[in-house]
């Protein structure tokens, strides 16, 4: 497990694409269960340890995971990400060049509960829900793009939608279009960085993940030492 930032009440932690944030059917031990656990052997506490789950990512994606550490962190970061007040940013591999190299994506989604999946409509339709998003292109291999993305609105399965809507499907999104499976099974969609004003200390937390250790997210690295 990568801690990427730590203090007396948040935890922030770089999740592989493997890794669910809470626990579900699977059965399958989740990243707040390991916190638990790694909170519990780094200070030796004894007895039950807190840790609040505070947003979620999709479990093919990696990137950024922000933990309470506290109930009183967990109630104002709740109000914080329902409030809109933290900054995000997430880098997505695509095969297919968008359009336009940078672009508002306005959509109306709507979720199919069996099937998991969100299906995007120009204009509203019952159910719907509108989703906002910008993306631009940052990056280029000889066959892929890499886009960095930032949500105005937090949907089910917002930017794997959205970007497939436009013809650009995520790399190794199978679910929404693309066209092989990645090796690790996940999807190139990462949480690379998240900004927010601290809860309790109300100084400015600005944390940045490093990107999966795979032969793709290496091959932007090595044309870009920035990346």
Not at 136 to 155: C, F, Q
Not at 162 to 191: F, T, V, W
């Amino acid at each position: 497990m990568e801690v990427v930032y730590e203090d007396n009440h948040i935890i922030i932690v770089n999740k592989s694409c493997s890794e669910i944030v809470q626990g579900d059917k699977t059965g399958d031990k989740p990243l707040s269960e390991k916190v638990k656990e790694y909170l519990k052997d780094k200070y030796a506490k004894p007895g039950n340890v807190f840790c609040g789950v505070v947003h979620r990512l999709d479990r093919p994606v990696s990137g950024l995971v922000v933990f309470a550490k506290t109930s009183k962190a967990l109630a104002r970061l709740n109000n914080m990400f329902k409030d809109k007040e933290v900054k995000k940013t997430y880098w997505a591999i695509v095969a297919d060049k968008p359009r336009n190299d940078e672009a508002v994506l306005e959509d109306y989604l709507v979720k199919n509960e069996r099937q998991n999946k969100s299906y995007a409509h120009p204009n509203p339709v019952q159910g719907s829900k509108k989703a906002i998003l910008d993306y631009r292109v940052i990056g280029k291999s000889d066959r892929y793009y890499l886009l960095e993305v930032h949500l105005h609105t937090g949907r089910h399965h917002q930017i794997r939608c959205q970007l497939a809507n436009i013809g650009c499907p995520i790399r190794g999104d199978l679910k929404y279009g693309a066209r092989r499976s990645n090796p690790d099974g996940g999807i190139s969609l990462h949480a690379r960085h998240i900004e927010f004003v601290h809860p309790v200390s109300h100084i400015t937390v600005s944390v940045t993940a490093p990107v999966p250790d795979e032969g793709v997210w290496k091959a932007f690295k090595d044309r870009d030492s920035t990346l």
